[in-house]
């Protein structure tokens, strides 16, 4: 029975990740873009992958430039690139690694589209179509498959998804 409690207990760096991600969405994105940079220190580009990914996940969303936010949206593919679905099952809100794929090369397309580089943007927006099979049927695989079908269709690729009827837009882009 301790062993189980052991896993379910909170992360501390999550917990702080989740505090600066309060602040960002508070509004004060420099403050949260300092704190971010201050936990990714601590946590160096060889530490726990599950807390690299979430940090440049959101880390990305306080820059303005979007160069920087290209190059923080990759580091969080490589660090979830490094996650294993044991790892994330020790975390409270686990999921599996799979279910992150959408959301990630979404934003990547993004980013993409934003440095004007539709081809790249199409490759990650095709992964992210093919990674969201493995959402949940909730709002939050309701939100990124919305979004996936919203930049399906600035990119000219819209039509053929199938989304018609999802739930309405919840994720960026």
């Known amino acids: 029975m301790a062993e189980r409690q052991e896993q379910t207990a909170p992360d501390a760096v999550m917990t702080r990740i989740g505090q600066v991600v309060m602040l960002h969405h508070a509004g004060d994105r420099e403050e949260a873009r300092h704190r971010f940079l201050d936990l990714w220190a601590e946590i160096g580009e060889d530490g726990d992958p599950l807390h690299?990914?979430?940090l440049a996940h959101y880390m990305a969303d306080t820059h303005d430039d979007p160069s920087d936010e290209l190059a923080w949206d990759l580091r969080a593919l490589t660090a979830a690139e490094e996650l294993t679905?044991?790892?994330l099952a020790e975390h409270e809100?686990?999921?599996?690694v799979r279910a992150l794929?959408?959301?990630l090369h979404l934003n990547l397309a993004?980013?993409?589209v934003k440095l004007g580089r539709s081809?790249?943007?199409?490759?990650?927006l095709r992964r992210a179509r093919g990674a969201a099979e493995s959402l949940g049927d909730?709002?939050?695989?309701?939100g990124v498959r919305a979004a996936i079908s919203r930049l399906e269709l600035r990119l000219g690729e819209g039509g053929s998804s199938g989304t018609a009827g999802w739930g309405p837009p919840r994720q960026r882009p």
């Open 119 to 124: 081809d790249a943007a199409r490759t990650h």
């Open 110 to 112: 993004a980013d993409y």
């Open 52 to 54: 690299r990914c979430t």
């Open 93 to 96: 809100s686990a999921l599996a």
């Open 101 to 103: 794929y959408p959301s």
């Open 138 to 142: 909730d709002s939050y695989g309701d």
């Open 85 to 87: 679905d044991d790892r």
